[in-house]
């Protein structure tokens, strides 16, 4: 996980080929000042093991020809006057343009140490927070940065050619290389030869990028991980203006590849570009986008099929032992259907990609016990979702290690998913008993997270509802992993067990989303489905899926990054995304069924797969309501929940400031 930024004055960018949401009304932004260490501030606590920067100087040359030169210094914590990031101030000086590149590091792979930028002997810039799980092949020891850069150093610099290949050379193109790569990813890469700027994020969104594109009344263009700044001087604004047509200052970067050529045609002695979006050249990649399923309507015989399937499953999957229901390679099969198995090979996969110990992990463990090192940890609800990739993540992790199960909880041991927690936690010492499992139990109050609740707000921007601070901040503490582990070393209750003060340091979080976005887990699912049978249903899961960048994973990602912690999301995996698209809806799901039976389903006959049978009948639950934050969060801010209910507390924006703060 990194954290990465680019600051650019000095050039007029155009932004009229990007398509707005034309029902909007005029685009507005507020006047932030903010200073750079503010801003490295936000992106180390993102990467804590190193911080860099470089900027990139242009130079407008009249004479002659229109030509651009360029030359690269190391950062000198100077931005404009007063070490300011100040909207409209920083536009030219002396005629030069500026680019200013930002990169932390959270290093995960690799032999040796890394600080962002990166600068190759070409000129070339970058800094990139991502993971390559697929698609390019690099080396188990080396780092997917570095790896990256040197990919994109051969690709085609022709500053016309903007298209899959270049057609002169063959070469492959930036483009090109991007939508090959299978893992989330957020770039911003500097292409001297061309004077192109690229930039943009993976075509899910499973790694934030924040965009502030120029106005009228401010010129200035940046991206960040990550916004430096509180929306709490941005609510009381809205509030002065009525909340009418007020804009945060940052938006979410739609998911795609941008890029900006700088132009030195203009004879008026200013640079310009021209902001381009780029289709993901992998038709693979574009299916998935789509989100298109072949079976959707089932006829009465494939439902008579697959009901037939679920009822004889029951005495089959509890008559049979664990080795029986095992996914490993000769095992025995269960009468379990077969696209349950399917499903579950590439959820183990995926898993098994983003939990492979790297050689980099000999440079974190250093100073800490083999024994007491824990690389990956899962965020536990004790729910479904969490209790799959919890037994997954038991079959790929190597057996010396602990697993941490981070469970937040703002009402004690008795929040429903502090409860849900405790059982998960016994049935996956049934399933995996010589595995080392470890609860951490974090405890929070609402009333004491004054401090932690604004900075809360500053990482969920711009998202600005309720529910997005109540999400974020069970998020930001969960994924903290500061709180208590039982001392029992037996299967007794951990109640009757004194509790310990501990901390998570596993650097990598196993999360959970995505699984009710594909598998028609929220209660809207089975409204769409009264509503418009499967075709309905098959819409509003496809809008989800289309739509989870903007509402869930930028926000989810900067909360979680903000410790330090890389999350990782398996049920997001290209191949999983794939695999479930290839599966008849009604496999997948069917809300005819009861709750906890029918929504899920699929999961539900992985789950027992893995001998989680327990799990695999858990009711569907949000974070905010399993926690109680959100219940805790309408008694502060509206007084009850009834009075919360009326006001539709879960979707009402914090136009003024928030009693949490």
Known sequence: MCGIALIVSGIRIDISSLLFDSTRSPRQTERLLFSLDDLKAALRRRGPDSLGAKKVFLKFNVSGKNQISSFIEDDDDVLCSGNKVNTGECDNIDGDAKLHFIGSTLQLRGITSLVQPLVDPSGNILVYNGEIFGGLHLASDCNDAEFLMQTLGKCCSCGSCLTDRCVKSGESSIPDVLSTIKGPWAIIYWQDSSRTLWFGRDAFGRRSLLVHWPTEDDSTFLLSSVSPVSPIQQASECEAHNGIGCLSYWEELPCGIY??????????????????????????????????????????????????????????????????????????????????????????????????????????????????????????????????????????????????????????????????????????????????????????????????????????????????????????LASGGDGWVSDANTDDNDDNHARIKYKSNARILLVGSGADEQCAGYGRHKTSYRRGSWLGLHEEMRLDMQRIWKRNLGRDDRCIADNGKEARFPFLDEDVISVLLKIPLWEIANLDQPSGVGDKKILREVAELLGLYEAAV?????????????RESNRKNFGSNRAANQASAGSARIYRKSNFS
Not at 411 to 426: C, F, I, T, V
Not at 618 to 630: D, E, M, T, Y
């Open 259 to 476: 890029s900006v050529h700088v132009d030195a045609s203009n004879t008026n002695g200013y640079l310009v570009g021209e902001v381009k979006i780029h289709e993901y050249t992998n038709s693979m990649l574009n299916e998935l986008i789509k989100w298109e399923r072949i079976s959707i309507e089932p006829n009465p015989e494939d439902l008579q099929a697959s009901c037939h399937k679920f009822s004889g499953r029951q005495h089959d999957l509890h008559s049979t032992s664990l080795e029986e229901v095992s996914c490993e390679t000769g095992s025995t099969q269960s009468a379990m259907p077969m696209p349950a198995h399917i499903l579950l090979n590439a959820l183990k996969e995926s898993v098994l990609r983003r939990t492979s110990l790297y050689t980099i992990y000999q440079a974190v463990v250093s100073g800490i016990r083999q024994e007491k090192f824990v690389p990956v940890a899962v965020l536990f609800s004790g729910g479904l979702d969490s209790m799959i990739l919890a037994a997954l993540l038991d079959q790929c992790l190597d057996p010396i290690y602990e697993i941490d199960l981070l469970n937040i909880s703002f009402d004690g041991q008795l929040a429903p998913d502090r409860k849900s927690a405790k059982a998960g936690l016994k049935e996956l010492k049934r399933v995996a008993p010589s595995r080392r499992w470890k609860l951490v139990e974090i405890d929070a109050d609402l009333s004491d997270l004054v401090f932690e609740t604004s900075h809360v707000m500053s990482l969920i921007n711009p998202a600005n509802t309720y529910m997005d601070l109540n999400i974020g901040i069970a998020l930001w």
């Open 618 to 630: 858990l009711p569907k639950r949000a974070i905010q309501f399993g926690s109680r934050i959100a």
